[in-house]
């Protein structure tokens, strides 16, 4: 589903990001990458949403090589792949159903499906009946699983989410997590970047740890394996 | 994708009000380059008129025969010059005919011409230009022939004239530029501001795999609506403004000079056409500009 060969992303001011990298992600696996701030997380989820260009080697993203996208076609690459931030990014100004309608209304999606699948989602995280709340009067565990929603209306094969119990208590992040799971099960593959040792060493599932732009660990059934 | 044009429209209008004080600092920002542009425009149309018309009358070149020259050196006068180049016409003018066209072109004050004992004005010729270029050169070839008294040209009016409208018209074409150039700017600060205040917008947009075109839309629209509204404004505000200056050269008063003048039908009708073309231009152009760094994610 996702595969890195051999890639290596230096930075104008000399930073070397990523280095060398080689990965192979499966359809349907749920990954955690892990490491110190800076070891090149953050660089790696750009890379494959096509938000940095890497220097070198390959990128392979649900069968397509994205290494040499076109600008024009990096829209249709994000719509195969749901992303979830620490902080949600949740527009202020629309209710939780215009948020994830949004999301629909950008591919062009007919407004008729529109109106059936918004209320399945929320029933999917949790929502229902919350649709015509505005952000601000969800809590943090709530929004962040109206972002989830707006990340996978869409249905795409890949979620990619950025710390995403960040700035969640434990109790609500296991709740995140069980979302998670689910979308998971339903054979979505999940790339999740965390910071979250409780989390990473639960779950049981793959983890990958970079550090210093390099993959120090890839272990099947891992662990978080940080003293932070 | 497709392009929803009422849902397009609905959003701008929307960002439009929201952002009202900015909006109405564009629409007036346009309408007044616009309104400059239309006086510029509304006198070099009329300069441009009044030099054509006087062209055609200053076209010709007067040639004064003088009194002891015989018909028959008279004709081969005339045979003479029709030879010369540039020359595309001669007609002979006698003195009477001379003073029988200026009664009339006095008209009410003719009676003044009638206390002369005798008629002062010389025999002439009236010659014709195939093109203005020749002037100067026409007018030395016959004043070195024999017989003629005199040549009277209107070159030099002619040529101030045209060195006038010329000028003008550069003259106009810069402050034109220049204007369009500011109002461009002002449109694209007032998108900018939409575009920061929905910067988050954008963002969320771009991740869920918008493409830059459904993101631009909105916007283009937005500037595109504030530079025709300014188009609007300053079209009323020209129909206004040159009517009521054309009823006052109208009034008996300054009658002589408006017989050259455009009407304001034909105006408004041209500025119209124009004000929208260069306001829609302006506001696209300025949106554009100003979403070109946030695309960028």
């Known amino acids: 589903m996702i595969e890195f060969q051999n890639v290596s992303k230096k930075y104008d001011n000399g930073v070397m990001a990523l280095d060398n990298v080689n990965i192979k992600i499966e359809k349907g696996e749920f990954v955690f990458i892990v490491g110190p701030s800076g070891a090149g997380k953050s660089t790696f989820i750009k890379t494959i949403l096509k938000e940095v260009d890497v220097s070198t080697g390959k990128i392979w993203v649900d069968e397509t090589n994205i290494t040499r996208l076109h600008r024009r076609r990096i829209p249709y690459l994000r719509r195969k792949v749901g992303v979830v931030f620490q902080d949600f990014r949740l527009l202020p100004n629309k209710t939780v159903y215009e948020n994830i309608a949004f999301a629909m209304e950008i591919v062009g999606t007919n407004q008729r499906i529109i109106r059936k699948q ?8 949790g929502l229902m009946g919350k649709g015509n709340v505005y952000p601000n009067q969800l809590s943090g565990g709530e929004q962040q699983r109206v972002s989830i929603a707006r990340a996978m209306i869409n249905n795409p094969p890949i979620l990619i989410a950025d710390e995403p119990t960040g700035n969640l208590d434990p109790e609500t992040s296991w709740e995140i997590m069980k979302i998670l799971r689910t979308i998971n099960r339903r054979g979505t593959t999940i790339l999740m970047a965390t910071h979250d040792r409780e989390i990473v060493d639960i779950m049981r599932k793959r983890v990958i740890a970079l550090e210093k732009g390099n993959v120090a660990r890839d272990d099947k059934i891992g662990v978080y394996g940080y003293d932070d | 994708m497709t392009i929803k044009p009422i849902f397009t429209l609905k959003t ?286």
């Open chain 1, 118 to 125: 918004v209320p399945m989602i929320l029933a999917l995280v």
């Open chain 2, 12 to 297: 701008a209008l929307k960002s439009l009000w929201r952002n009202r004080m900015m909006s109405i600092a564009s629409i007036s920002s346009v309408s007044a380059t616009l309104i400059i542009l239309g006086i510029i425009f509304a006198l070099i149309i009329n300069i441009n008129a009044m030099a054509q018309s006087a062209k055609d009358q200053f076209n010709s070149i007067q040639v004064y025969i003088g009194d002891d020259v015989s018909a028959e050196e008279r004709e081969s006068l005339q045979t003479t010059i029709e030879g010369i180049t540039g020359v595309d016409q001669v007609i002979y003018e006698s003195r009477s005919d001379a003073l029988e066209q200026m009664k009339e072109s006095w008209q009410d004050n003719a009676y003044l011409l009638e206390g002369l004992e005798e008629n002062p004005l010389p025999n002439s010729f009236i010659v014709y230009l195939t093109d203005i270029y020749y002037s100067a050169q026409v007018v030395s070839t016959m004043s070195t022939l024999p017989g003629v008294e005199e040549v009277k040209s209107y070159q030099d009016i002619v040529e101030t004239l045209l060195n006038f409208t010329e000028m003008m018209r550069k003259a106009g074409m810069i402050i034109m530029f220049v204007l369009i150039a500011i109002s461009t700017f002002i449109i694209h600060n007032t998108i900018k501001l939409a575009v920061n205040a929905r910067r988050r917008e954008i963002n969320i947009m771009k991740y869920v795999g918008a493409t830059n075109w459904f993101i631009r839309w909105p916007f283009l629209t937005e500037g595109t609506l504030l530079g025709m509204m300014g188009a609007g404004v300053s079209t009323l505000v020209m129909k206004f403004l040159y009517t009521y200056v054309y009823d006052l050269l109208n009034s008996d008063f300054y009658a002589l000079i408006s017989a050259y003048v455009v009407k304001p039908e034909v105006l408004v009708g041209d500025l119209i056409f124009l004000f929208f073309i260069i306001g829609a231009g302006i506001g696209a152009l300025g949106s554009i500009w100003s979403m070109r760094k946030y695309l960028n994610v």
